[in-house]
């Protein structure tokens, strides 16, 4: 058997979904649930949005984090958490106005996207490292917004450097090289997301090869590619991410139920090609984290 691979699992995502899956976790006791249900199938690391619990549309605020992660914690699961700094870079045009913000835009001070990762020191938060169209809009992640919010994430979080296209992993190794960014950070390729990267064996080995040889990274596929990018991350030695976030569907027209159907899936993948699913303290020796 190779090495044990680090998964992943993106239990609810940010986008304005949940009332087309009602599989998808809404409340901060779901949210939380689908995580320590997903650490039970294999997950090493849960990757974490919160929404508003009446709505199901997503939310920034902190109470639910600070919620989720409570109820993570006093479950007795030993699972790594990872919180999203994403929410509050989406922007979305007027198309009849100057400078002017459409209903759905709401970027906010790089300060208020980093609130709820230094209050709750989570092993590790995600870093998105550049901007990138998305449906109506754009995310909006500009190198100075970039910095500000590196520059607020506690010393004992590790950092996940979210890669959407080529030139954010440019910009990821510049701001490494430069000390912006600790150089111990973990890269993740976000791959099929439309107008991003493609998901394609030749996009990720683009990527893999662009970084160091010891840096640690994994890959996921939105939608359809989501499996496919799985065994292309496994066989070109990187770690794998799945979850609600990223995909509905165990096969074609068959929806999963649940974030750990997906890891189920993930792991038998992985171990058709060798691979056993890393323990999370395996991960947390595998990239440095201090032990539960």
Same mark, same amino acid.
């Not at 919160?50 to 030993?78: F, L, N």
């Not at 109506?136 to 970039?146: D, M």
């Not at 992993?169 to 960014?181: H, N, P, S, V, Y």
């Not at 068959?254 to 993948?269: E, G, R, W």
């Given at each position: &058997?190779?090495?044990?691979? %680090?998964?992943?699992?993106?239990?609810?995502?940010?986008?304005?979904?949940?009332?087309?899956?009602?599989?998808?976790?809404?409340?901060?006791?779901?949210?939380?649930?689908?995580?320590?249900?997903?650490?039970?199938?294999?997950?090493?690391?849960? $990757?974490? $949005?919160?929404?508003?619990?009446?709505? +199901?549309?997503?939310? &920034?605020?902190?109470? $639910?984090?600070?919620?989720? #992660?409570?109820?993570?914690?006093?479950? @007795?699961?030993? #699972?790594? %958490?990872?919180?999203?700094?994403?929410?509050?870079?989406?922007?979305?045009?007027?198309?009849?106005?100057?400078?002017?913000?459409?209903?759905?835009?709401?970027?906010?001070?790089?300060?208020?996207?980093?609130?709820?990762?230094?209050?709750?020191?989570?092993?590790?938060?995600?870093?998105? &490292?550049?901007?990138?169209?998305?449906?109506?809009?754009?995310?909006?992640?500009?190198?100075?917004?970039?910095?500000? %919010?590196?520059?607020?994430?506690?010393?004992? #979080?590790?950092?996940?450097?979210?890669?959407?296209?080529? @030139?954010?992993?440019?910009?990821?190794?510049?701001?490494?090289?430069? @000390?912006?960014?600790?150089?111990?950070?973990?890269?993740?390729?976000?791959?099929?997301?439309?107008? +991003?990267?493609?998901?394609?064996?030749?996009? &990720?080995?683009?990527?893999?090869?662009?970084?160091?040889?010891?840096?640690?990274?994994?890959?996921?596929?939105?939608?359809?590619?989501?499996?496919?990018?799985?065994?292309?991350?496994?066989?070109?030695?990187?770690?794998?991410?799945?979850?609600?976030?990223?995909?509905?569907?165990?096969?074609?027209? #068959?929806?999963?139920?649940?974030?750990?159907?997906?890891?189920?899936?993930?792991?038998?993948?992985?171990?058709?090609?060798?691979?056993?699913?890393?323990?999370?303290?395996?991960?947390?020796?595998?990239? @440095?984290?201090?032990?539960?």
């Amino acid at each position: &058997m190779s090495e044990p691979v %680090i998964l992943t699992c993106a239990v609810t995502g940010g986008d304005d979904v949940a009332s087309r899956y009602p599989q998808l976790p809404v409340t901060p006791a779901q949210i939380a649930q689908a995580s320590v249900e997903a650490a039970r199938a294999g997950a090493a690391i849960v $990757h974490i $949005h919160v929404r508003d619990p009446r709505t +199901g549309k997503p939310s &920034m605020a902190g109470e $639910h984090y600070r919620e989720v #992660v409570q109820r993570i914690r006093d479950s @007795g699961s030993d #699972v790594i %958490i990872n919180l999203t700094t994403g929410p509050g870079a989406r922007y979305v045009p007027a198309l009849d106005q100057a400078n002017g913000a459409a209903p759905g835009s709401n970027v906010r001070p790089p300060l208020e996207r980093v609130n709820h990762v230094i209050e709750l020191l989570p092993e590790i938060c995600t870093l998105d &490292m550049g901007s990138v169209n998305f449906g109506a809009g754009a995310l909006i992640n500009t190198a100075s917004q970039i910095a500000a %919010i590196a520059a607020a994430i506690p010393a004992s #979080v590790k950092i996940e450097l979210e890669i959407f296209d080529t @030139g954010h992993l440019a910009l990821a190794r510049k701001m490494i090289e430069d @000390g912006t960014i600790a150089a111990d950070s973990i890269f993740q390729f976000a791959l099929g997301i439309p107008w +991003g990267a493609p998901a394609s064996t030749e996009t &990720m080995l683009l990527l893999r090869n662009a970084i160091g040889r010891d840096a640690i990274w994994a890959a996921f596929g939105i939608g359809r590619h989501e499996f496919p990018m799985v065994a292309q991350s496994l066989l070109l030695g990187g770690q794998i991410r799945v979850g609600l976030e990223d995909n509905f569907y165990l096969d074609k027209g #068959v929806q999963a139920q649940s974030n750990a159907q997906l890891v189920d899936k993930a792991a038998a993948i992985a171990a058709a090609l060798g691979h056993s699913l890393a323990t999370p303290a395996q991960a947390r020796r595998k990239l @440095g984290l201090a032990a539960a």
